[in-house]
């Protein structure tokens, strides 16, 4: 874990500044996605470091949406976190709130996924499974293509993280579904 932090201590961080079940659920679901990506790109050691950067990405959105990836840095400095986490967790704003670009693998995975699996989520949704179990690449492209659908999940800013990555989209959109998986049969 993150310098002397449990992951109970982060959750309990994260839920002082989020209420909201759905970012609640969005934390939980990219720390799974985090540790899935740390573990299948040969970061295994690092997978609790990894979990907990997706768990505390987005520490401010909520009580401080104009600040995002901003105010974290200093909420996650007052509490001593490792810089290695603070930078982390602010690069997945480089181009909208900062000017932090990913650089490590475990930040360009984050900057990817972390749209990504808003949309994908919004997908399994629609289907009559509401689950990630059944979902297949295809349905996902669909409605990425279908900008009104999820609206607010930025398509450029999935792309740009396939891009970071040097990953066509169809993989980075498997690889995540796969990853989800993992979460919903963790969750079930």
Known sequence: MAEGMTREQAWALLTEYNKEPFHLTHAQTVEGVMRYFANKLGYGEEA???????????????????????????????????????????????????????????????????????????????????????LEVKSVKKKFKQSSFAAGCSRAVIQQGADLLGWDLDQLIHETILAMRTVEAAQA
């Open 48 to 134: 609790d470091f990894w979990a907990m950067v997706g768990l505390l990405h987005d520490l401010d959105f909520e009580s401080f949406p104009q600040e995002h990836c901003v105010k974290s840095q200093e909420i996650m400095a007052e509490h001593g976190l490792d810089p290695r986490l603070i930078r982390a967790t602010a690069s997945h704003g480089w181009g909208l709130t900062v000017d932090i670009r990913p650089e490590h693998t475990m930040e360009k995975v984050l900057y990817a996924v972390d749209e990504l699996t808003g949309l994908i989520g919004a997908v399994a949704l629609m289907r009559p499974s509401k689950s990630v179990m059944d």
